[in-house]
T-cell receptor
């Protein structure tokens, strides 16, 4: 079946450096992607999303890149801060179904550790 | 806060107990979800409700029984659970837009331990 995966389970970066978290997906029909951040003791929190008709989308200190050719998604965090330490999940939406809710398939997550 | 609350935050139960998890959303959404999050595994979708109707049941054992009395509330009734059911149970909600591009808002989860 389809799956969404991340290349590295853990990423350690120095405070102030840029972070890049990668994700590979396998369903070429997926048309919407989301990055979530999950801090300890909390539920996943929306960071940024991108639709398949775009290659890049920028938010505040974050950028998501989508390469549909190789089915690859990445999250770039600029000037990483200690508060960015968390587990990051990518999720793909396989498109609207008859209920119009749109199912999300999640990857396993990458733990980002920020060193002071 | 995301506008999605879950109670209790922590629950310890024996295998013969019956308990319920509660989720409430204050976002005016029409779809609600239950996920199971186990260590080192991706979030597993359990149930989806759209306009209070169950539209997804991902081969979840019958010892988990969902209930959605209205679009703001979602319950997960638990009975005769197994130790391997210990996990973080997350509730989420989303609007229904018809396009499927629906960001889901998550609650903080209930940490369940089955002894």
């Amino acid at each position: 079946g389809e799956s969404v995966g991340l290349h590295l389970p853990t990423l350690s970066v120095q405070e102030g450096d840029n972070s890049i978290i990668n994700c590979a997906y396998s369903n070429s029909a997926s048309d919407y992607f989301i990055w979530y951040k999950q801090e300890s003791g909390k539920g996943p929190q929306f960071i940024i999303d991108i639709r398949s008709n775009m290659d890049k989308r920028q938010g505040q200190r974050v950028t998501v890149l989508l390469n549909k050719t190789v089915k690859h998604l990445s999250l770039q965090i600029a000037a990483t801060q200690p508060g960015d330490s968390a587990v990051y999940f990518c999720a793909e939406n396989t498109g609207a179904d008859s209920s119009n809710t749109g199912k999300l398939i999640f990857g396993q997550g990458t733990t980002l550790q920020v060193k002071p | 806060e995301t506008g999605v609350t879950q109670t209790p935050r922590h629950l310890v139960m024996g295998m013969t107990n019956k308990k319920s998890l509660k989720c409430e959303q204050h976002l005016g959404h029409n779809a609600m979800y239950w996920y199971k999050q186990s260590a080192k595994k991706p979030l597993e979708l359990m149930f989806v409700y759209s306009l209070e109707e169950r539209v997804e049941n991902n081969s979840v054992p019958s010892r988990f029984s969902p209930e959605c009395p209205n679009s703001s509330h979602l319950f997960l009734h638990l009975h005769t659970l197994q130790p391997e059911d210990s996990a973080l149970y997350l509730c989420a909600s989303s609007p229904i837009t018809g396009a499927g591009y629906n960001e889901q808002f998550f609650g903080p989860g209930t940490r369940l331990t089955v002894l």
